[in-house]
């Protein structure tokens, strides 16, 4: 144990530079453009893996690779850790948005900025380095670990559910560990105990043959535009609530536990606002901030387009409208089901003389841990020796939906142990990985390791 | 007046070429990557009212340069006709549209489809060329002719009111002939008897400084993209009137024998709706499809923009959101009592969180013509002789707002007489001119100065 953080302290100047090369991989899934990137990322990532010890295998899915590294020398009788992240990024747009450009990592104030560092290229990276450092020199770990890191996190997994499903046996495990979340705050890491899920959607909506000039035609001919607004302005009541009729109905009762556990924690709801930059907060009446964020279904705007937004005026009466929109999940509703409901509001909503296509973009279910537990335990220390502190237990806003195929596939627990901060922009311009996090985690995941082998 | 129309008639292949010529250049005005172009298409339009036989200045304004060109041997008892029109065109976005490019002019099945063949260069050419053809060797006008063509007109024309206000005695006419609208109906020429005016603004929303997680911020911080939505949604009724308090206070009441004129048209809704290819026509209620066309004022968004918009999902809480809207207005409306009403609506619906930005890009008044008197009988006798029949009286829905400022400033009526056709796609793709029209055009236009010149 010693011996690895000893080789994980001398060699961090070289970590470092190793995590920079990795960012430098413009490895966006959901862009064809990058599909040569994507696929690089993934080879230079097996390529790691099998530097730091493990026996590695790119293996083909129908987009963007999986690269799945496997250390089994502690033996059959020793735990098997399934470690799971991604090695694709969000899209960076807009770019002009960004301080330092996206794939050129910088450090600033101590941060490591570039789209990838927090999601989830640096979290992933944690590992591959804890894993460097715990094997070095002929060291052995109490468990066995398998290395799963995926191409396709940031277009929904289409492939990962076939794939572990198909290699079910190969990857069977005692617990899987995810490094995709945040700690709760600078200096207090976080176990999480609950994600929310994903109905992701694309709505275009059409009201002629082409673009019409909009003097010659308005005033008689349907504008796309303002029919989707009144759609999308349909989808919350003047309070906050969302108003598909029936969108509430699974929501499960929150025990009061879990309700006093986050008032518990130290969250100030005017620094986060001053934070974001808004002038207001808003969200569903009767519900904290918190509560809002992480056990609270939500609607949100993600795109919204139609006829002219470039420089200066056009007078066109568009014939087409498109918004990106998602629904946040939580226990115990399902895309399916909000699919749904989606469809006979917009039925009910949609203005006279209007054509609308929904496309599902993708989608995924929401995910609660069962608390108590040996894992829980062997994390907590693991944090608190890393960080001097034990960690709190967090709900996270934001979407894994592989967490729960993971659990039903191979009935193992999953255990969620991030590194970023909150603000660390994920999907947003400027993300950043503070760079002591990525120190101490590698800390954190190789005493982790241990412990997980410890019974 | 017969040489002029043989000369035409001769030369009809050549006036085509150089129309293609003239279509070609693509003379973007609100665009400034295409300033050079723009220019270009002044000093190529320069250099043909040169060649037909006029005394041509070009003159700098602020941004695309006025084209003035003079023919007074007609001494100075004789009237004098002020033609106007310009040579600049709308953006051609969006490109894929098109069916051939839009700065390719093509024909098929007899229509001659490019940016600007209808609006406005395709007929402001009818009149260079039907000048060639009346003053071709060494023949003579009864009236002087002055043809001001400016580079503007598409932007809002903001340097054309202070240059006619400067040149207002060399600009001095007796009557003001614009060719920039359409005919009622294919083979039924039109004259108008009223043009909407325009207030055209950019609202932009926005709520936090930076894009966010939809996941990590969503339910909490305020969506721009939902909040536009709901900005937009507010400014109709569910009925098709519009919302904003005020709005139809300064609406004239049209007399019963303008609504009478326009029931009498030949004007088959249902065929409207079908060539539009809407599923169903929409507007405000107690009015014709033509009467909301003409004589009713709107609200209609021209574009908008939000967030991620490109390929795949992103699951981003936009920082911003941006609409582009416009309102056409009617006698007696006006864009600043507009735009106060507007920004008092604004302040009353605008969700808590969120602060806006609106910008005014461009405005103009209504024109109602005064109806009765020789200019317009003039006009009569010359379209019914090109055409084989007297034109009726129209409106049109788009805006000509330099119209109305022509008449205060100069003091002289003006003559609006369209040849392009309904749907000929002004400000959309595949923008197109009857050749037909451009060439019986020529031969109105050349039997109008000659009328206009006859006591």
Redesign the interface.
Known sequence: MSDALTYAARESSRFREELFEFLRIPSVS???EHDADTRHAAEWLADQLRRAGLAVEILQTARHPVVLGEWREAGSDAPTVLVYGHYDV??A??FE?WTSPPFEPEIREGKVFARGSADDKGQLFMHVKALEAALAEGSLLPVNVVVLAEGEEE??SPSLVPFVEQHRDRLRADVVVISDS?MFAENLPSLLFSL?G?A?F?LRVS?????????????????P??A?????????CADGRIAIEGFYDDVVEWDERTRERIRGLPFDEEK?RDE?????????PGWS?LE??WI???C????????????????????K????L?F?LVPDQTPDRIRELFEVHLAKVT?????TELIQ??GGLPWKAELGGRFLEAASTALDEAFGTRPVLQG????IPIVVEFERILNAPALLVGFAL?GA??????EWLPLANFERGIVALVRLYQELGTP
Chains 1, 2 share one sequence.
Do not use: C
């Open positions: 959901a862009k064809s969000q899209p747009e807009p948005e277009i929904g945040t929310r994903l992701y694309e009201t002629a043959k082409t673009d019409l000039h909009s003097g010659a035609y308005g005033g008689a001919v349907p504008n535009a303002t989707l607004a009144r759609v999308l302005a349909s989808l919350h986060f974001v930059g808004a002038a207001a907060l808003t969200g569903e901030v809002r964020l609270r279904p939500t949100e705007v993600n795109g919204l387009l139609a006829g002219y937004t470039g420089e200066g005026a056009k007078t066109v009466l568009p014939a409208a498109m918004t990106k998602s946040r203005p006279p003389g209007v054509d973009l993708h996270e806003g934001g979407s909150p922009n994920m999907h947003a311009p400027d």
